[in-house]
């Protein structure tokens, strides 16, 4: 039976600008169990960043958690103080950004860098601390680690650094692994080995892991569940191959036409048609509505429930209710 170590139940994030709010997470839900590899997926702005940054609470100062609940083994983050999330983030919950040459500070040595992590969030002093970040170096498959540990982040190529950044979020063996973009900075040959490097460590620590991307192509092989956003929504959500071969929102769908794909080599790609939405100013319905090519009257006044497609399946979209498929539980 599968343990649930993360719950996210119906979590409200918004920043407050001097233009309005900006309701940036509206109601997500899902659940993470020990060893999975979950997916969030979606364009700039849709909503899956700000949800894993509420996850571990660093978030802007202008924005808040306005409703919801962050359960972790049962306890709500939500209500815990500074010092219980600083706790908590490295020694439960790690997160490699995206831009590792902004995330390191380039004063600092590597190791020294890797060192007060250590320091921070375990029990080892002294020659420990060193030993354990020349290993965390090694684990990640970083070359010679004795001495890359003294040299600078400007030092290092940008697959070095993100490794850097891999090691460091693993260094006190968290029981998640929150990884925002991972591979957006790099070219595409070493986007593959910073991603292989992350699935054989999950293996080897039997870590979870989030990962949030905007490319449907990055983990078709990784994930085992994965979460489809759009406009701080979740529109639909399943099992890799639900979400891949059976695809049953407008959004999911348009995703999956405008990215390669065995099936579609010989035609030419069809992106998404208009811009991202405007936060500021959502929508009184299913927020794709004023993109999507099958949108019906009802899908500009009413929003959506999710509906059960299958037993690993769910998905927000009217045209699953016009065809009888969606069910409200099975």
């Known amino acids: 039976m599968s343990e649930v170590l993360l719950s996210v139940q119906n ?9 309005g709010e900006v309701r940036a997470v509206n109601g997500v839900s899902f659940d993470l169990d020990r060893g999975e590899t979950l997916g969030i997926v979606g364009e700039s702005g849709s ?19 306005t409703e919801g609940h962050v359960l972790y083994k049962g306890q709500d983050l939500t209500t815990w103080d500074h010092k219980q999330m600083s706790s908590f983030r490295g ?31 375990t029990n080892r002093k002294g020659d420990e ?3 354990r970040a020349v290993e965390m170096l ?27 950044m ?6 006190c063996e968290p029981d998640i692994l929150i990884a925002d973009e991972p591979t957006t900075a790099l070219d595409v040959t070493i986007q593959a080995q910073i991603l292989e490097l992350i699935q054989d460590l999950q293996k080897k620590l039997g870590m979870a892991v989030i990962l949030v991307t905007h490319d449907l192509g990055v983990i078709a092989q990784l994930c085992d569940n994965i979460v489809v956003m759009y406009g701080g929504r979740i529109c639909e959500r399943g099992t890799a191959n639900e ?36 936060m500021l100013n959502l929508p009184k319905g299913c927020a794709f509505c004023p ?17 059960w497609i299958n037993e690993n399946h769910k998905a927000a979209c009217w045209m699953n209710v016009k065809s009888g498929e969606g069910k409200e539980e099975l």
């Open 129 to 131: 601390v060193k030993a």
């Open 291 to 307: 993109r999507c090519d099958a949108a019906m009257k009802i899908c500009l006044s009413e929003i959506p429930d999710e509906l």
């Open 166 to 171: 891999i090691a460091m979020a693993l260094a």
């Open 138 to 164: 090694e684990l990640v498959g970083i070359n010679e680690p004795e001495r890359r540990v003294k040299q600078y982040p400007f030092e290092l190529s940008g697959g070095m650094r993100q490794r850097v």
């Open 11 to 19: 979590l409200h994030t918004s920043f407050f600008t001097d233009n």
């Open 47 to 65: 909503g899956k960043s700000v949800t894993a940054y509420s996850i571990m609470q660093i978030l802007a100062d202008t924005a808040k958690i």
């Open 243 to 278: 979400i891949f071969y059976n695809a049953k929102h407008e959004y999911t769908k348009g995703l999956l036409r405008s990215i390669p794909t065995g099936q579609n080599l010989n035609s030419k790609l069809i992106p998404i048609g208009g811009t991202p939405i405007n």
């Open 91 to 121: 020694k439960a919950c790690s997160i490699i950004f995206q831009d590792p040459m902004t995330s390191l500070n380039p004063v600092f040595t590597v190791g020294n860098q890797l060192e007060e992590a250590i320091k921070l969030h």
